[in-house]
Nanobody, 116 residues
């Protein structure tokens, strides 16, 4: 069992930046970020393959958000720049144990609020 602990959420003005962190207690194949806004379904934000650091992003965040990892700390980051009010959501960290494509582990979520 891998535990994921997120941190770094908060309140920021539109155009500002925030960085989220997700520390994993064990090895993973791919880690990703999802978000869920009030009244909306959870959506994919982006992910990173632990080996090689390959990333992918949702179109809505491309060019603004960057996912990175620290192998030594076993931690994934989400750098969010040029934030918009529509980025307001609870952000969840998730991890795949294998290359199955299924996210096996989820964090507790951290709130990001972008004011206009």
């Amino acid at each position: 069992q891998v535990q994921l602990v997120e941190s770094g959420g908060g309140l920021v003005q539109a155009g500002g930046s925030l960085r989220l962190s997700c520390a994993a207690s064990g090895r993973t194949f791919t880690m990703g970020w999802f978000r869920q806004a009030p009244g909306k379904v959870r959506e994919f934000v982006g992910n990173i393959r632990w080996s090689g650091g390959f990333t992918s992003y949702a179109d809505s965040v491309k060019g603004r958000f960057t996912i990175s990892r620290d192998i030594v700390k076993n931690t994934m980051y989400l750098q969010m720049n040029s934030l918009k009010p529509e980025d307001t959501a609870v952000y969840y960290c998730a991890a795949m144990r294998t290359a199955s494509g299924r996210y096996d582990y989820w964090g507790q979520g951290t709130q990001v609020t972008v004011s206009s």
